[in-house]
C-alpha cells in the first residue's frame, strides 16, 4: 500500500473547497452532522448539488453520478464536514441508490431517480425487526401477492426518519415455505399508502429520528418489487457491501478532535489549561493517534475498493469496529473536557434559541455535545451490530 497523497486529489480538493465557498448559500453552511440534518435542509443541499452536477457523488457516470474515486469521495465528504454543509440523504445516495441502479426495471428508475436527484424525496429503511434485527433473515412481516398487489401486514422498528420520509425500501417475507433467506422480497413503499402507521421512538439523546413503523393491509403495486420475488436476501447482501471506505465516518471524527483541541487549549482548571495536565495531554494524544491509524485505514480499504478486492468487506467490518468505538471514546472526552458544562442538556443546536435567554459562550459550545454522546452509544448497533461485524471477520479468517 502505498501512502503517498496522489497529487491530482490536491486540485481536486481545491476545487470543491472553492464550489463550498464560493457556491453554497451561507445558511447551509457550518451545520451539525452527526445525524441527518432536517428535511428542509437536506432537500435545498441535495438541489444545490445537483445544479453544479454533483447530485449522486457516490455512483458511477453510468448511472448518473459524478464518477469519482473513492478517494475523491472520501474528499468531498471531508470538506463539506469541515464546511458544514448539511447531510445528503444516506438511505438512498448510499444504500437504495445503487441498489435501483443496479436491479430497477427501466420504469422505477424514471420513477424515482428524477426526484432523488432534485432532491424532491426522502426515503427510509424497512429492515429490522423486533426480535429481528442482528438476525435480518428472521424477520416475519409479510406481503402477499393478490392480484397486481402486494398486501403487506407487519411491523418494523427503529426505522430512522420515517416520520420524514417519502418512500421506504422494505424487506418482507413473500415465501414461509421455504428457507427463510430465499422466502424475501425487495419492495418499494409509498408512505402515504393507507394502512402505514409511524409511532415515534425518543431515543436516549432526546431526539426524535427513530420510529415504529406498522403495516396493516396496505396494498402495495406488484410493480413496485424490485428484483426477482424472493431476491431480497441477495439484494441486502449487495447493499451492505458498498462503501466500506466511509464505514468509519472519518470527517465526524477529525472534527469532533478539532473540537477537543479546541477546548483543551482554552478551558482551564484550577486555574490550568487542559493541555498542560498531562493525565489529559496523554488521553488527548492516544485519540489522535487512533485517529490516524483510522485514517491510514481508510486509505488502505478505499484502495481495495479500487481494485474490486473482496477483502475489503472483512476490513470494512475492522473499520467499522474500530471507528464506531473511537466515536465513542472521543465524543465521551468532550463531554469530560467540558466539566460542568457537559452535564446539562442545552438546546440542540437544530433548535431556536429564545433571544431573551442567550447562552454563555462555552454554553454555546456545549450544545449538543451531551446529545452527540447518548447517540454514538448507538453507534456501535446500527449499521451492523460490533457482534455481526466480529463473526463476518471470523468467517472470513477461518476460510483462510
Known sequence: MDFHPDPSLASFRQEVRQFLQTQVPADLKGQPRSTRSTREQVMRWQKVLNAHGWGAPYWAKKDGGTGWSVPQILVFDDECAAAGTPTQDPFVQKLLGPVLNEFATPEQKAEHMPAVFNGERLW????????????????????????????????KIWTSYAHESDWIFLLVRTNPEVKKQAGISFLLVDMKTPGI??????????????????????????????????????????????????????????????????????????????????????????????????????????????????????????????GTELQQKISECLVEA??????????????????????????????????????????????????VQRSIIAKMLFQL
Not at 487549549?265 to 490550568?272: F, S
Not at 431556536?352 to 459562550?361: K, T
Not at 462555552?362 to 454514538?376: D, K, S, T, Y
Request: proline share 5%; glycine share 8%.
Open 124 to 155: 427510509c429503511q424497512g429492515f429490522s425487526e423486533p426480535g429481528s434485527g442482528s438476525d435480518l433473515a428472521s424477520l416475519r412481516t409479510r406481503a402477499e401477492l393478490d392480484g397486481d398487489h402486494y398486501v403487506v401486514n407487519g411491523q
Open 338 to 387: 467540558l466539566g460542568d458544562y457537559g452535564a446539562v442538556a442545552y438546546p440542540d443546536p437544530h433548535e431556536d434559541l429564545d433571544p431573551a435567554q442567550p447562552l454563555l459562550p462555552l454554553q454555546e459550545v456545549a450544545r449538543g455535545m451531551a446529545n452527540n454522546m447518548f447517540f454514538h452509544r448507538a453507534s456501535t448497533i446500527y449499521g451492523g451490530t460490533s457482534e
Open 197 to 322: 402507521t409511524v409511532r415515534p421512538i425518543r431515543s436516549i439523546d432526546d431526539s426524535h429520528h427513530l420510529n415504529e413503523t406498522f403495516f396493516d393491509n396496505v396494498r402495495v403495486p406488484a410493480k413496485n418489487l424490485v428484483g426477482a420475488e424472493g431476491a431480497g436476501w441477495s439484494i441486502t447482501k449487495f447493499l451492505l457491501n458498498n462503501e466500506h471506505a466511509t464505514t468509519a465516518d472519518l470527517p465526524v471524527q477529525k472534527r469532533y478532535m478539532q473540537q477537543l483541541r479546541q477546548l483543551a487549549t482554552t478551558q482551564r482548571v484550577g486555574g490550568e489549561l487542559l493541555i498542560d495536565q498531562p493525565e489529559f495531554a496523554l488521553k488527548l494524544a492516544r485519540l489522535d493517534a487512533e485517529v490516524q491509524a483510522i485514517g491510514m485505514m481508510v486509505q488502505r480499504v478505499a484502495a481495495m475498493e479500487q481494485e474490486h478486492n473482496p477483502a475489503s468487506h472483512t476490513l470494512g467490518s475492522m473499520l467499522k469496529i474500530r
